[in-house]
């Protein structure tokens, strides 16, 4: 069973899968038109033999919840209901800055390293629970 992390933007949704261990990033999305994105997050789940999706949660820095927060909890109901799956949160407090900073020094160029980082916040996210979940064993 797959797991797929997701880091939802109101632009561009990140996309990371895993097959054990190992969080690898997909493609971004544009998230301009909610059916298509279901659509694709549907094809992806079909694909890759998804069993559970792993939301990034958008906590402000002292723990509490924003409007963001409320609006990426709101997706994973829509999730939930529209593709029957399971859906958990993981904190996702800085992991923009820290894929940002990873990217940074394999990626000079500004334009490239902008699209592939919300898939990059993704994969991390993914690689923060699949740890966590291991580190639990």
């Not at 997909?26 to 301009?32: C, M, R």
């Not at 000079?108 to 902008?114: D, E, F, L």
């Amino acid at each position: 069973m797959s797991i797929l992390a997701i880091d939802y933007g109101k632009k561009r949704i990140g996309l990371a899968v895993s097959s054990t261990f190992i969080a690898t990033p997909l493609e971004s999305i544009l998230a301009d038109e909610p059916e298509t994105v279901f659509a694709k997050i549907s094809e992806i789940i079909k694909e890759h033999s998804v069993g559970k999706i792993v939301l990034g949660l958008p906590l402000n820095m002292n723990g509490t919840e924003s409007e963001m927060t409320k609006e990426v909890r709101s997706f994973a109901r829509v999730i939930k209901k529209k593709l029957q799956i399971k859906v958990d949160f993981v904190d996702e407090r800085l992991t923009s800055r820290d894929a940002e900073s990873k990217l940074a020094l394999s990626e000079k160029n500004w334009r490239k390293r902008k699209k592939k980082i919300d898939s990059a916040s993704a994969c991390l996210i993914l690689q923060n629970y699949l740890e966590r979940k291991d580190s639990h064993r």
